[in-house]
């Protein structure tokens, strides 16, 4: 296999040596009682507080879906030892920010009347040109967006004497780097620069209601669970984290609007037109048939990391039925509403010439696409070309699926919104 083309082979997850050792040494220790233990609710706790000295979560709604998630992950995820290090180290990381955000709110109380007005929201199945539309209208100089660096901590470190660059940033780019290292093929897939604009479904961690943890394992138990639950406190707990980074970085005058981009959303529209009433949603569409190998195959790229027990095919069984839900949760919301406040953009316009769809989700947001926005969005697109980090080869045969496993459950999406075959 060439290094610039990466495709969907999961005979053996693919281990760096010094990986492969870590996970032996994990589980030589397991077997003495030492590490692999389960997470539990009160041992993450208790590392957040003694992380960074606070106690107060403010409030505690986050404890039963915590409750949930760890209970999934002790009893489904099957996560090799660095897996476990890496997602207990995550969720105390959640915790911590909490903790320091909260303490942060509790001491400059006008934060929280900070206006977060009309933000464009780009939501559309998975592979359907998000990222591409996300990183475009970042761009403007005039947009507000989530740097993966802040993502990652929206709570910042003490800043060292003398020290110029945002701590944040050399630990984003430590953790694209680690990902790299034990996913070479995961870039080609997705890429995860510490500068990009990074998606705000970590943010929802706020709350842990959110998809992340069942795209990085198996945790069936809690997604089910997740599909059921009031959303609307996790949008809070977002617009909550966007009035705190824009108190960090306040940007231009006292209104900025932001650009969000997550699939997570179509599965959570009502929620997120409750908390954000005036935003402007950007639904892109791209044929299934070709988006849903491709997204599988980065589903279980990612899960690969984390666990030596990963099945493809239940990996796309399980998302298959998302899929599904999201694009029939969506055509509900979108009825209800009589589409009002959505923009349907086409990923084959979108690689046809970007610039001209930008301007149509553009004048639906009331917004002004400036000279000097525009030559942003072009010199961006000259930096961030497709397959920058390599091709991507995937196939529905990689997961044991056919055309008619996929277009039985999404014909009526494709319906509603006339995505051609590609």
């Known amino acids: 296999m060439s290094p610039r083309e990466v495709t969907s082979s999961f005979d053996r997850p693919y281990r760096p040596a010094a990986i492969a050792i870590a996970n032996r040494v994990g589980r030589f220790l397991s077997g003495v009682g030492i590490g692999g233990k389960p997470i539990t609710v009160d041992g993450v706790l208790s590392d957040a507080r003694r992380k960074v000295g ?54 400059h109380p006008e934060i929280l009347d900070i206006p977060v007005e009309a933000p464009v929201v780009v939501a559309g199945l998975a592979r359907t040109g998000t990222t591409m539309l996300h990183r475009l209208i970042a761009q403007d100089p005039a947009i507000r967006s989530l740097a993966s660096w802040e993502a990652i901590n929206p709570a910042p470190a003490k800043q060292k004497s003398g020290q110029k660059k945002d701590p944040r940033f050399a630990q984003a780019a430590a953790a694209a780097k680690g990902l790299k290292y034990m996913s070479p093929g995961f870039f080609a897939i997705h890429p995860a620069e510490p500068d990009a604009p990074e998606e705000e479904v970590i943010l929802l961690e706020q709350a842990f209601l959110t998809t992340t943890p069942e795209a990085m394992m198996n945790v069936p138990t809690y997604a089910k669970w997740l599909e059921e639950q009031d959303h609307v406190p996790a949008y809070q707990a977002l617009r909550r984290m966007m009035q705190y980074l824009q108190w960090q970085r306040p940007g231009i005058g006292k209104s900025v609007r932001w650009v969000l981009k997550t699939p997570h959303h179509q599965e959570y529209f009502d929620p997120l037109l409750e908390v954000f009433p005036d935003a402007t949603i950007v639904h892109t569409h791209r044929d299934p048939l070709k988006t849903s190998p491709s997204f599988f195959s980065m589903i279980t790229h990612l899960q690969m990391i984390f666990s030596d027990d990963v099945d493809p095919k239940r990996v796309a069984t399980h998302w298959l039925g998302k899929i599904e839900n999201m ?3 969506t055509m509900a919301t979108r009825d209800r509403v009589n589409d009002k406040g959505f923009v349907d953009v086409s990923y084959y316009d979108l690689i046809k010439d970007p610039i001209p769809q930008v ?3 553009y004048e639906a947001a009331n917004l002004a696409l400036t000279p000097e926005a525009k030559d942003a969005m072009e010199a961006s ?16 045969a990689d997961f044991g699926m056919t055309k008619d496993d996929v277009e039985s459950r999404i014909a009526p999406y494709r319906t509603r919104f006339n995505v051609p075959y590609e």
Not at 81 to 104: C, E, F, S, W, Y
């Open 54 to 107: 606070l106690s107060d979560f403010g409030d505690e709604g986050f404890l039963e879906p915590l409750e949930v998630l760890a209970d999934s992950i002790n009893r489904e995820a099957a996560l090799n030892p660095v897996g476990h290090l890496i997602i207990r180290g995550r969720i105390v990381g959640v915790l911590a920010n909490k903790l320091v955000a909260q303490d942060t709110i509790k001491r």
């Open 327 to 329: 694009a029939r949760r």
């Open 359 to 361: 301007a149509r989700v």
């Open 381 to 396: 697109r000259q930096l961030n070309k497709q397959h920058k980090y390599g091709r991507h080869k995937y196939s529905l």
